[in-house]
């Protein structure tokens, strides 16, 4: 994955406006639960990419330190020869002045070739370490974001569960109101007091019967003492008034 493409990934995820796609999606917690993979797939494939250009980097940095310090050494070779090379002729040893003037400038040819690779690399060292801190902070960007999603799918579960209970206890009471239980009394109350009324009917009527047999029997014992008095009538004795 070139370093261009991860950093147009990045910007384009970076971008999402989560709460708009929560809008949109017939079913939020499935569209966040696939944002989710989304993104963690998406930051392991950034995350090795971005390890990737980082190497890079420091091998370019490595290759410049060793070209800074190669460079170095040369001068200091070149340095040591031209002394030589001074001393020599100081003594009269031209010939061997010149071979170690000789080696000097080698020397320095090395150090300017070792010299050159290192200015050379200098841009794209700068460049690419512009472009790994950018790379750097969309990773912190979309960690931060990822952790945006999951709490959001979480708040969404936990909301979706409490409205769920919510709607079973609703749901219950509509039950509750459709089966109205204080009716059902109210029709055993009536069932009661008709039986109760019964009862009562009955011992109505066995109180009333019960009258209906003592007054017999008062008719009774008045029809015995008409039957008395008409006897004694009939045998002279005439009939006798009730006193007090």
């Given at each position: 994955m070139a370093k261009q493409t991860i950093l147009g990934r990045i910007t384009q995820l970076l971008k999402a406006n989560i709460n708009s796609l929560i809008d949109q999606a017939e079913d939020p917690q499935l569209m966040l639960d696939q944002l989710v993979r989304d993104f963690t797939n998406s930051i392991?494939?950034?995350?090795?990419?971005?390890?990737?250009?980082?190497?890079?980097?420091?091998?370019?940095?490595?290759?410049?330190?060793?070209?800074?310090?190669?460079?170095?050494?040369?001068?200091?070779?070149a340095l040591a020869a031209s002394s030589k090379a001074d001393q020599l002729r100081a003594e009269g040893n031209a010939s061997d002045a010149d071979k170690f003037d000789n080696l000097a400038k080698i020397a320095i040819g090395k150090q300017v070739s070792a010299e050159n690779e290192a200015r050379q690399a200098e841009p794209t060292i700068a460049s690419q370490t512009i472009t790994v801190d950018a790379l750097k902070k969309g990773l912190d960007g979309m960690h931060a974001?990822?952790?945006?999603?999951?709490?959001?799918?979480?708040?969404?579960?936990?909301?979706?569960?409490?409205?769920?209970?919510?709607?079973?206890v609703l749901d219950a009471i509509k039950s509750i109101d459709l089966m109205d239980p204080t009716s059902e009394l109210g029709r055993f109350e009536d069932k009661i007091r008709r039986e109760e009324a019964k009862v009562a009917g009955q011992q109505e009527l066995a109180a009333s019967s019960l009258d209906a047999q003592f007054e017999s029997l008062d008719d009774l014992s008045e029809q015995a003492e008409v039957d008395a008095r008409l006897a004694a009538l009939k045998s002279g004795g005439g009939t006798q008034a009730i006193t007090s």
């Open positions: 392991a494939e950034a995350e090795s990419a971005v390890a990737q250009t980082i190497g890079n980097l420091r091998l370019m940095e490595q290759d410049h330190a060793e070209d800074i310090d190669t460079a170095a050494d040369w001068g200091r070779k974001k990822l952790s945006q999603l999951t709490s959001k799918r979480d708040e969404l579960v936990a909301r979706s569960k409490t409205a769920d209970a919510q709607g079973q």
